[in-house]
């Protein structure tokens, strides 16, 4: 029973963590369409979605370590 519920809590993560990568891909191009930003710019910052993307697997790894 528990795997389920794991699994349940995976896929909202997952959902969460989509819809605000999708979000915020809005907001940069929406300051870009305002000038406010330079898209390039942010392009060379993509590697910092690969960091964050760890560190939030890292934390997500680190709750599930303390519950057992």
Request: proline share 1%; with cysteine; charged share 15%.
């Amino acid at each position: 029973m528990n795997t389920i519920q794991d699994n349940s809590k995976s896929c909202s993560t997952a959902t969460v963590t989509f819809s605000l990568l999708l979000l915020a891909a809005g907001v940069i191009l929406l300051l870009s369409n305002f000038n406010v930003i330079r898209v390039q710019r942010v392009w060379d910052l993509w590697p910092l979605v690969l960091i964050a993307a760890g560190l939030g697997e890292l934390l997500a790894w680190s709750n599930r370590s303390e519950r057992t």
